[in-house]
């Protein structure tokens, strides 16, 4: 089993920053990939960021140039950058962590961005 801890979620307004944090415990042993996730309401769960173990990342087109995913393998923990926020990144961000094809879910952060 893992186990996702997010943190760094808030109330911002247009244009500014947050940063969110994932930790990752327990069996954290061959996690191949891990990302980010959003799901506003009334709407499905969409991928807002991923990257693998070599690093590769993958963006929505939507946060693309203003989003960036990064990685710390020593200390299990994947980061968001978020700049130049806008109102429409208003979600609940869920980090996900996936493992030899079995998927991990941490409980969710709130973002919220005011006009």
């Known amino acids: 089993q893992v186990q996702l801890v997010e943190s760094g979620g808030g109330l911002v307004q247009a244009g500014g920053s947050l940063r969110l944090s994932c930790a990752a415990s327990?069996?954290?042993?061959?996690?191949?990939?891990m990302g980010w996730y959003r799901q506003a309401p009334g709407k499905q769960r969409d991928l807002v960021a991923s990257?693998?173990?070599?690093?590769?990342?993958n963006y929505a087109d939507s946060v693309k140039g203003r989003f960036t995913i990064s990685r710390d393998n020593a200390e299990n923990t994947v980061y968001l950058q978020m700049n130049s926020l806008k109102p429409e990144d208003t979600a609940v961000y869920y980090c996900n962590a996936v493992q030899s094809m079995r998927w991990y879910w941490g409980r969710g952060t709130q973002v919220t961005v005011s006009s």
């Open positions: 327990g069996s954290i042993f061959s996690i191949n990939r």
């Open positions: 990257i693998t173990n070599g690093g590769s990342t």
